[in-house]
C-alpha cells in the first residue's frame, strides 16, 4: 500500500491490462478508472492507434472532463501523445516512418511470414498488416478478429516468435515484437515502451521513481518487457480483471492517506 501512495502516475498498458484484445473497457473498469483519475495521474502506452484508443476507452469513461486532464494518451509505442487541451483531444506530437522505409518493413514482414510457415486464414477480419504510419503491425487473424479466435490462434507465440526472428535477418534498425493476442509490432530501434517511459518523463516531468506500470505482456520478448530496462515499478497482470484489483487497491491506499 505504501508503494502506491509514493506514485505520482499510474501507466498502463490497454489490450489484455485494461481491456480484453480489441475491446471496449467494461462499465466497470470505466467507473474504476474515473475514481482512479480524481487521486492519480494516469498514462496509457499502447501498440493501438490513438482512434482505437478512443474508441476502446475515452468514450466509455463516465466521469467529469476536468479529470480528462489527468489523463494522458501515448499510442502506437509512444511514437505520438495526446493531451486534454481547453476541452478537446490535442495531438501533442506524431512520429512517422518515412514512406520507402515502411514499404520496405511491410515488404520484408511478408517474406518473414512465408518464411516461419504463416498461412492467411480463410476467414480473416480486417487487415492482416496495417500500416499505422509511425508503426506497422500485423494481426494474425486480422484486426477485428473476434476474441474467441484469438485466444485460440499462437497461445505460446510459438508462431509469432518465428516471424520475430524471420524479420530481424532482413531489418536491423526495426524492432519486432509480441503486441495484443495475435499481433507483431514493428518499431524504428529503440521505440518501444522504454521510450514511452522516458517521454512520460520528459513531457509531464515526472520522475520514474514516481511512476508504477501495469501490464499483461512483461514477459521477455512481450511489448511491455522494455520499460523493466527503466528500472521502474511494475505490476504484471493476466487479464483485466486482475487490474482492477489492482486500482482497487491503489484506490483504497489513498483514500487511507
Known amino acids: 500500500m505504501e ?27 470505466a467507473t474504476l478508472l474515473s475514481s482512479l483519475l480524481e487521486v492519480k495521474k494516469v498514462a496509457i502506452i499502447s501498440g493501438g492507434t490513438y482512434s482505437q484508443i478512443e474508441k476502446s476507452l475515452l468514450l466509455k469513461l463516465n466521469c467529469e472532463s476536468s479529470l480528462f486532464y489527468n489523463l494522458f494518451i501515448f499510442p502506437t509505442c509512444a511514437t505520438s501523445f495526446y493531451k486534454y ?34 498461412k492467411k486464414p480463410e476467414h480473416f477480419y480486417g487487415e492482416i498488416i496495417e500500416d499505422r504510419k509511425t508503426q506497422i503491425t500485423f494481426s494474425g487473424l486480422g484486426q477485428n478478429a473476434p476474441l474467441g479466435e484469438k485466444l485460440r490462434w499462437d497461445p505460446d507465440h510459438i508462431l509469432r516468435d518465428k516471424i520475430i526472428l524471420a524479420f530481424g535477418k532482413r531489418i536491423s534498425d526495426f524492432d519486432a515484437k509480441i503486441g495484443g493476442s495475435t499481433s507483431i509490432d514493428i518499431n524504428q530501434k529503440g521505440i518501444d515502451k522504454t521510450y514511452g517511459i522516458r517521454q512520460i518523463e520528459k513531457n509531464l516531468n515526472i520522475p520514474v521513481k514516481r511512476m508504477l506500470f501495469i501490464g499483461d505482456a512483461l514477459f521477455v520478448g512481450g511489448n511491455d518487457y522494455p520499460v523493466i530496462s527503466t528500472d521502474i515499478d511494475i505490476i504484471s497482470v493476466d487479464n483485466p480483471e486482475e487490474t482492477k484489483r489492482f486500482i482497487k487497491e491503489i484506490i483504497f491506499s489513498n483514500s487511507n492517506s
Do not use: H
Open 85 to 118: 487541451v481547453i476541452g478537446d483531444w490535442e495531438n501533442i506530437y506524431t512520429e512517422e516512418i518515412e514512406s520507402e522505409r515502411r514499404e520496405g518493413i511491410i515488404k520484408a514482414l511478408k517474406e518473414s511470414l512465408t518464411e516461419a510457415g504463416y
Open 3 to 29: 508503494l502506491y501512495k509514493q506514485k505520482e502516475i499510474i501507466i498502463f498498458d490497454l489490450d489484455g491490462t485494461l481491456v480484453k484484445s480489441k475491446s471496449d473497457i467494461d462499465s466497470e473498469m
